[in-house]
Every structure is written in structure tokens, then in C-alpha cells.
């Protein structure tokens, strides 16, 4: 009896017709998502491609690639001076460091609590220029020219402000 | 040879008596601990290589024998009556101006072998190269001792303990 009932009713029963129209659905929902995402990768292929040739004509030209110019300078990098390298460079100038001992500088700050020391000495010359020494705990030294004519007298840049107190320990 | 060990006595004097200071904080005691580093340079036979060597070795020779004053059993069962370890970082007489005279005092609360690598990289101005062949240690050794004893100031400042 039971068998004659269920060869009576015709057709798919309903809870497979419902599955099939689901996978059918969900098919064409992921076949839009693919071809969005072609689009999508296509376009993103097209811009990285523009930037990189922005990027090569910029290193002919001598101007910096974008990212580079982004990027945080070493003063940045550094522990206890975290500044834009960007807002600073310039009044700051890297040059070549001289190992000047503490008798030989006009200022000296010892940040032990920061990791850094530094020394600074006025430069002789025209225009007012300080050179400035920083030591850091990982034992890295850095030297800077800071060009004082450009500097702001409400700076809150660490070797801006260092430089200042070295011109009036000077 | 006269002009000789005066030369070298006036050349690191002072220094060698800030380095015995940092350890022994008692000016008399320092002074003597100078003196005999002075008298051991003058009757040791190894050759000296070169500049930084004698350096190097006269610093090296000045914290040992601060350590074995500090050892002592006559040290440790006296007390200086004239200093305190208040006054220690104005007794130090560094050839520049510090303004932070607190660090300098919590710097030199430091356990011995935190107080020296600091005392040396920031007050002295040594590289972490020369520290390492002036305390017979690594340069591993010598970074990280500087990270943990800057930790330990930090403590002492805050907290006022080590």
C-alpha cells in the first residue's frame, strides 16, 4: 500500500526539486562573482602596470618612485625619534659622521631612558649650520647638518630642538 | 720613561677615575683604585698592542680592582662616613654638563653588570665594539645588557627601586 502511494505521486519529489533550483542559483551567483572579478583583476593589472612605467620614468628623470617617497626617512626608523622624515629633510642634511668626543661638543643630551645620546657643535661659516651626532643603544651612529635658517623656533623635531640648544650653548 | 707614564697617567686619570667612581661611589677608594691600576700597567710585562689595547686594559684593570675592594671583608663591614649615596653623581666630575643628574643616580644603582656597559656606552661614549674587548664579553652580550639595564633605570625612576 505504501509502495502504490509513492509510485502514485508523478514526478521529482519536492525537497529535490528545491535542491536543484538551488545549486542552479547558486551556480549563476558565482559565475557573476567570476566575471566580476575578471574586471576587477583586469583593472588592477592595467593600474600597477601605468605605476610601474610612472615609477621607471621617474628613476630616468632623477625624481623619487612614489613608494620611496612615502616612506619613513632613518630618522624615523630610529628609537626615541620617531618624526617624517619628509616634514624634515630640509633642514636636515645626512653627512659623514666624525666620531667628535663629548669634550669636543657644544651640547650634549645622554637619553639613557630613550637609547640615544647626542652631540652637537656649531658649525664656523656664513650661514648659521649646527652638525649633530646620535648614538643609538643598538650601536648605530648618524650624523646631521642642520641648516638653522630653516629651522621653525617652535619645533618639535628632537635633533630641530637639539640643534636650537646647541646654538644658544654655543 | 718617565715622560712616558706621565703621559699616560695624564691621558686617562680622569677617566679611569670616573670608571672606579661608578663602582666603588667613594672618592678616596676610587682614587686608590686608580693608582693601583697605574702601578699594575707599570709592572705587567705583556706587551701592549696599541692604543685602544692599553686603554682597554688599564678600564679593565680599574673595575677589577673596584670589585675586589668591593669584596673585601673589611669593605663590607664599613661605611663611608663623609659620602652618600646621594651625592654620587656630583662626585663624578664628568668633563661635560649632564642635566639630568636622577639618571645618572639610577644608573648608578645598577647591578655591576648592567652599571658598566651603560656607564661606558653613555657617559663615556664607547662603542659597543670597544665595551665588548674592555669587559672581555660578547657584542651580543653587550646590546643586550644595554636594552635590560635601560629597562632597569626606567624601574628605579619610576618605582625608585632596581
Known sequence: MGIQEVQGQSGTPAYQKKRKTGRAEGFQESLLQNLKNRDQEKQTATASETESKQNAADIQTGAKPKAEKMSMGRIGAAQGIRVNAAATQETLQAVEVRHMSYEESDHVRIAVTEGYTLKGKREEGAEPRVYVEAKYEDGRIEAYQVEMAKVQGQTEHVIERFALETMEEA | ?162
Not at chain 2, 137 to 144: A, D, S
Request: with cysteine; aromatic share 12%; net charge negative.
Open chain 2, 1 to 162: 720613561m718617565e715622560q712616558e707614564w706621565s703621559y699616560l697617567v695624564e691621558e686617562y686619570r680622569a677617566m679611569l677615575y670616573r670608571v672606579a667612581f661608578s663602582n666603588i661611589k667613594n672618592r678616596a677608594d676610587a682614587e686608590d683604585a686608580v693608582q693601583e691600576a697605574f702601578l699594575r700597567y707599570m709592572k705587567d710585562e705583556k706587551p701592549i698592542q696599541n692604543k685602544e689595547h692599553e686603554k682597554a686594559w688599564l678600564i679593565r684593570t680599574t673595575i677589577h680592582i673596584c670589585l675586589d675592594i668591593l669584596k673585601s671583608g673589611w669593605y663590607q663591614r664599613t661605611v663611608p662616613w663623609n659620602e652618600s649615596f646621594e651625592n654620587t653623581a656630583k662626585n663624578i666630575y664628568l668633563p661635560y654638563q649632564v642635566k639630568d643628574d636622577e639618571t645618572l643616580e639610577a644608573v648608578l644603582r645598577l647591578p655591576v653588570h648592567y652599571r658598566n656597559p651603560i656607564y661606558l656606552f653613555y657617559y663615556e661614549d664607547y662603542s659597543i665594539h670597544e665595551i665588548a674587548g674592555i669587559l672581555n664579553e660578547k657584542e651580543g652580550t653587550i646590546k643586550t645588557r644595554l636594552r635590560r639595564g635601560r629597562e632597569e633605570v626606567k624601574k628605579i625612576l619610576t618605582e625608585g627601586r632596581p
